[in-house]
């Protein structure tokens, strides 16, 4: 090889470098949509359906309620369950976060997200899972140490564990595959 590419070869070469940052970038929009449509669902407001809060036990002190033991929050489709749920409310009995502690399933029959724990912070816009998170769309999954979700931006920021790296397993739109001519 002389070192000099003709035509044929220098459009090869482009073709796989656009193809390999089309894939880049095609895999990087799908993550987003993945996890924001999936996180973006916690958010007390996503619907105006009412909240239905089930545990074995309740505690209420001031404005902090507490429910213990098979926690299920239910709203329209969507369901959040753990070991407990900490809802501070404020002086309108809104809520100003809600905390989901120990085993944190979310899922609205499309998405489902889990993790140790799960904070909503009606305050600062964000929806927050950490320990072992793992966010399923279909046959898509992300895993990783943290996730945080600002509700207001869409922007959504993926955290790797101490000494782990974030992974992502993606199958390809059957639908999308170009289909031979006649």
């Known amino acids: 090889m002389n070192g000099v590419l003709n ?7 482009l ?25 973006a669902q916690l958010a007390p407001e996503a619907s ?16 902090v309620a507490i429910w213990r ?3 299920r ?18 002086d309108a009995g809104g809520f100003k976060t809600i905390k989901a502690v120990g085993g944190m399933r979310y899922s609205n029959g499309k998405e489902a997200i889990t993790g140790r724990e799960g904070l909503y912070d009606a305050l600062e816009r964000t929806i927050t899972v950490t320990d072992d998170v ?10 990783g140490g943290a996730l945080v979700y600002w509700i207001d931006t869409g922007q959504l920021r993926f955290t790797a564990p101490s000494g782990r790296r974030i992974r992502g397993i993606f199958h390809p739109n059957e639908a999308e595959t170009p289909q031979p001519q006649s």
């Open 7 to 13: 035509n044929s070869e220098m459009a090869v070469r």
């Open 15 to 39: 073709r796989i470098k656009t193809g390999s940052i089309a894939c880049i970038l095609g895999i990087s929009l799908l993550v987003s949509a993945i996890c924001q449509a999936a996180v």
């Open 48 to 63: 105006d359906e009412p909240i239905d809060i089930t545990g074995d036990s309740l505690e209420l002190i001031d404005d």
């Open 134 to 143: 793992v966010v399923t769309q279909g046959k898509q999954v992300m895993t």
């Open 69 to 71: 033991g098979n926690v």
């Open 73 to 90: 929050a239910i709203q329209g489709e969507a369901i959040l369950t753990s070991k407990e749920l900490i809802a501070t409310l404020d």
